[in-house]
């Protein structure tokens, strides 16, 4: 099982940049999906998550009205489109699953680490001022 990362890179303060994770050795498609970042010396914190069915997503309040978590379940892929981003966005991002099939959680739990199973290897996204 495998999640993998892509799409970050250097982009300028104001710009958009869409991340994608895509999911291999099993399908993702009743899984809950998630985002979340890291920067030197600080803990991974969440940026979004979304339930399996697609019929929730929940954000951190510092990418709220910016960022959006969608996800294709025909190509095991879930994305985060990232617009009007900020130096402060600048960390390695990671996408993340759970591991229980059509699991619904309390709200509180979309947004920590432990319900998280499986964790891609990070890309990194650089947001210049």
């Known amino acids: 099982v495998q999640l993998q990362a892509s799409g970050g890179g250097l982009v300028q303060a104001g710009g958009s940049l869409r991340l994608s994770c895509a999911a291999s050795?099993?399908?993702?498609?009743?899984?809950?999906m998630g985002w979340f970042r890291q920067t030197p010396g600080k803990e991974r914190e969440f940026v979004a998550a979304?339930?399996?069915?697609?019929?929730?997503?929940f954000y951190a309040d510092s990418v709220k009205g910016r960022f959006t978590i969608s996800r294709d379940d025909a190509k095991n892929t879930v994305y985060l489109q990232m617009n009007s981003l900020k130096p402060e966005d600048t960390a390695v991002y990671y996408c993340?699953?759970?591991?229980?099939?059509?699991?619904?959680?309390?709200?509180?739990?979309?947004?920590?680490?432990?319900?998280?199973?499986?964790w891609g290897q990070g890309t990194q996204v650089t947001v210049s001022s």
């Open positions: 050795g099993r399908t993702f498609s009743s899984n809950v």
């Open positions: 979304i339930s399996w069915s697609g019929s929730r997503t």
């Open positions: 993340a699953a759970d591991n229980n099939p059509r699991r619904t959680y309390t709200d509180g739990s979309y947004y920590r680490s432990f319900i998280y199973d499986y």
